[in-house]
């Protein structure tokens, strides 16, 4: 029987990890097949305070496991195939392991960016495609860059790369765009933003140096065409791990965990929840590594209530 429980290895889970060793809880951490996280799939990392020269996202989440290894947490890799969180003690069924029992459970699976699924996109991850215009919209100063999807995100990230970049073309499947109005309007007055509405994706266009351009059928006329660009950042949603809780626990209407503001705390007495897993808004590195110390601290104080 273990006092807590934690699944899911990027900042959040490793930060609340380090946090409940170094209070003596001695936690399981079970990571998935993900290890690290969304920042294993970034090159640079250069916002995550503490590093001025920046931090490659591989070595700052294999720093954040060795501390928390330093204080005594322990590491298991295998996928939880379900969960029993109809009564405490948490029962999980983990492959390889077999059934886990734990007083408190810290659920901090994080987020997957979805992809266009197209050719050369999965092994320019990192080398010119990207999900985190925030991570890595810096690299593109100067430069073209696409941004795919037609919601919030989309144009959220157009607007922000206008920072930095020489033009922003941004390219959707549709001539209606998801994204509300204010979204809408921002983006139409950025003169850096051009549209190429009507269009899907088929093909990222590489050379030896890296992306160059997507190729795109245009829905009207049945043409290929290529945009050029270096960059093109993909923001066609994320969704969260939660699948493997389904039914088990409250969460918003596209599978986000809910939490009461200002907590960790889900319904569920003894089970927190924290970085992306919980978090549709900030999606930072260092947002889910703060509500990861406040999982381990929430969940400490319960162990501490239950001993009183
Ligand atoms: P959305 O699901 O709202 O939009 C996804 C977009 O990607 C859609 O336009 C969709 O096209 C397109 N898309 C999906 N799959 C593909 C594909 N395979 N190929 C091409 N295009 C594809 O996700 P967002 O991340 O934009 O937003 C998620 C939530 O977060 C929303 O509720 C949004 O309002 C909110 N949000 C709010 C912000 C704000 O208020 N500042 C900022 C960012 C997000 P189609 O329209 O054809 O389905």
Known sequence: MYKSVIVGTGPAGLTAAIYLARANMRPLVIEGPEPGGQLTTTTEVENFPGFPEGITGTELMENMRKQAERFGAEFYTGWVKSVDLSKRPFKLQVEGKGEIVSETLIISTG??????????????????????????????????????GGGDSALEEANFLTRFASKVTLVHRRKELRAS???????????????????????????????????????????????????????????????????????????????????????????FACGDVQDSRYRQAITAAGSGSMAAIDSEKFMESLEQ
């Open 181 to 271: 109005k204010i979204m809408q309007d921002r983006a139409r007055s950025n003169e850096k933003i051009r549209w190429s509405l009507d269009k899907t994706p088929v093909e990222v266009v590489i050379d030896e140096s890296g992306v160059t351009g997507l190729k795109v059928l245009n829905n009207s006329t049945g043409k290929v065409e290529v945009i050029q660009a270096n960059g093109i950042f993909v923001a066609v949603g994320h969704h969260p791990n939660t699948s493997f809780l389904i039914g088990q626990i409250n969460t918003d209407d596209n599978g986000y965990i809910l939490t009461k503001p200002g907590t960790t705390e889900t319904n569920i007495p003894g089970v």
């Open 111 to 148: 987020a997957s960016a979805k992809y266009l699924g197209i050719p050369n996109e999965k092994e320019n991850i990192g080398r010119g495609i990207s999900t985190c215009a925030t991570c890595d919209g810096f690299f593109f100063r100067d430069k073209e860059i696409i941004v795919v």
